[in-house]
T-cell receptor, first 116, second 110 residues
Framework: EPEVTQTPSHQVTQMGQEVILRCVPI?????FYWYRQILGQKVEFLVS????????KSEIFDDQFSVERPDGSNFTLKIRSTKLEDSAMYFC??????????????FGPGTRLTVL | GQQLNQSPQSMFIQEGEDVSMNCTSS?????WLWYKQDPGEGPVLLIA?????ELTSNGRLTAQFGITRKDSFLNISASIPSDVGIYFC??????????FGTGTSLTVIP
């Protein structure tokens, strides 16, 4: 069964460093998403991406964040200068059509980011 | 941001018991979803609800989309140990953004 994969599973970084979190969405999916979950809290939407551009973003997704689909399979989230409060679980998700015509988003296993 | 409040925050039940949890919002949503998250994993969709009043079942799970479009509940009948996890509701109005609830942690005691 196809699944969303994410690497690394755990990333430890120093405050101020750049990190890139990687995701491989399900191959025939067209919509891609990043979510964040601070430990013990709810899942929060960061950004959605379609047709090589951001289609929607939340207030959390500020100028420190960027997303890219560098090739036909990977979808990345970059945090330019990490802060302590960026420590969280980051989930990638994909769907084959957009959620306005709702279709299931499939979530990856997540990358735990720890900023020291 | 939107606030979806789930209750109860946590539940400890005996295996075989039924479970009921709900989700409320001050805003109207067009779609309600219920997810389960196991430790160290991403959320997995359990049930999706598309219109007010809709009652949908998936095995031992039953969920309803409230008439006011501001709430939803999830019931689990005859709980089993593998039901352990955190259950999240999520609401969608338009665009591609979902708003997740605060979560209900379920512990099933064998």
């Amino acid at each position: 069964e196809p699944e969303v994969t994410q690497t690394p599973s755990h990333q430890v970084t120093q405050m101020g460093q750049e990190v890139i979190l990687r995701c491989v969405p399900i191959s025939n999916h067209l919509y891609f998403y990043w979510y964040r979950q601070i430990l013990g809290q709810k899942v929060e939407f960061l950004v959605s991406f379609y047709n090589n551009e951001i289609s929607e973003k939340s207030e959390i997704f500020d100028d420190q964040f960027s997303v890219e689909r560098p090739d036909g399979s990977n979808f990345t989230l970059k945090i330019r200068s990490t802060k302590l409060e960026d420590s969280a679980m980051y989930f990638c998700a994909s769907s084959d059509i957009g959620v306005s015509s709702y279709n299931e988003q499939f979530f990856g296993p997540g990358t735990r980011l720890t900023v020291l | 941001g939107q606030q979806l409040n789930q209750s109860p925050q946590s539940m400890f039940i005996q295996e075989g018991e039924d479970v009921s949890m709900n989700c409320t919002s001050s805003s109207i949503f067009n779609t309600w979803l219920w997810y389960k998250q196991d430790p160290g994993e991403g959320p997995v969709l359990l049930i999706a609800l598309y219109k007010a009043g809709e009652l949908t079942s998936n095995g031992r799970l039953t969920a309803q989309f409230g008439i006011t479009r501001k709430d939803s509940f999830l019931n689990i009948s005859a709980s089993i140990p593998s039901d352990v996890g955190i259950y999240f509701c999520a609401g969608h109005r338009h665009g591609n953004q979902f708003y997740f609830g605060t979560g209900t942690s379920l512990t099933v005691i064998p």
